[in-house]
């Protein structure tokens, strides 16, 4: 719950095949771990909140692709 004026930030690891891989030697599911992905987490602050902006952080030197995401939404 947010007052007008709030701000809304999360950040969630972004579900990749290599992630999902990576968990495996572990003997668990990445699912079990991060329960919604950026994706559903995304569509639900936008679905009561105004966004703002929602940036993907890369990893190391680039490679791999986006690793995180991180959102920022507002309520008017």
Do not use: C, N, W
Not at 25 to 31: E, G, K
Not at 33 to 56: C, L, M, N, P, W
């Amino acid at each position: 719950m947010l007052r007008p004026g709030g701000q809304l930030v999360y950040a969630a690891p972004v579900e990749r095949p290599l992630m999902v891989t990576a968990f495996r030697p572990l003997a668990t599911d990445i699912r079990s771990q991060h329960f919604s992905t950026e994706k559903d987490i995304a569509h639900q602050a936008g679905e009561s909140f105004r966004r703002v902006r929602v940036r993907r952080l890369l990893g190391p030197l680039g490679h791999f692709g986006s690793l995180y995401e991180v959102g920022y939404f507002a309520r008017d």
